[in-house]
């Protein structure tokens, strides 16, 4: 089985449908799939404001002590997209001896430098006790939630197989993020793929394919055979 981790202010269908292809495909492969929103995302309770780092990180830990206890799948998958690929390396590291392998799509590994750069240059905004970007707004407890965590630093600690892959043109999370990290995993499996094209959620048809592939190849190897 493989747990799904959607990205920041993203929800368990994700952009453009892509985390409903990646399921669909997946299940194809005889692979099962848990999706779901975080608190303060998609159709969870909580509005948007309320959202803490915290929350993202209880809730895929919660979500993994569900799937164990209601499914005993014999393997367990992470997929974590943007922000959930920083929630998955901590969940990972902290269970690793429930999870089998990990993905990673256009990981935020240091996090609170991709959002303390978004506030030097104003796509963060300071307005009373929120910060405003683009149609939200998050409260300053929220925002320094964020801010404080960096899981690059965890990578010595990664073991199980990893595969990241991120587009060299993503202009939110820099590719130079998941090179830097994947240098440092200890894994003796572990994979790189950096695509030229397809942003940050892999909008062209060509990267959104390539990726797909490459996953239903990962885990099947490594959860089924």
Not at 41 to 48: A, I, K, N, T, Y
Not at 141 to 152: F, L, P, R
Request: charged letters at 30%.
């Amino acid at each position: 089985m493989v747990l799904m981790l959607h990205g920041f202010t993203g929800n368990k269908i994700e952009a453009g449908r892509l985390f409903v292809d990646i399921a669909r495909e997946l299940c194809s492969a005889n692979i099962a799939v848990f999706r779901f929103d975080y608190r303060c995302h998609g159709e969870s309770p909580l509005p948007f404001d309320e959202f803490k780092l915290d929350y993202a990180i209880e809730d895929a830990e919660n979500a993994l002590k569900f799937i164990v206890e209601h499914f005993k799948p014999r393997k367990i998958g992470l997929i974590g997209l943007s922000m959930g690929g920083h929630v998955a390396i901590k969940t990972a590291v902290k269970y690793q001896d429930k999870i089998s392998s990990i993905a990673l799509l256009a990981p935020a590994i240091n996090f609170g430098e991709l959002v303390e750069r978004d506030i030097r240059n104003k796509v963060f905004q300071k307005v009373d006790e929120f910060y405003i970007f683009g149609p939200n707004r998050l409260r300053e407890e929220g925002v320094e939630s964020i801010i404080k965590s960096n899981a690059m630093d965890l990578a010595e600690k990664i073991h199980v197989p990893i595969l990241i892959i991120h587009a060299k043109n993503d202009n939110v999370v820099p590719y130079k993020q998941s090179e830097e990290f994947f240098s440092r995993v200890n894994s003796i499996d572990k994979k790189l793929i950096l695509l030229d094209e397809g942003e940050h959620v892999f909008v062209t048809y060509n990267s959104r394919k390539r990726v797909i592939n490459e996953l239903v190849d990962w885990f099947r190897n490594r959860l089924i055979w």
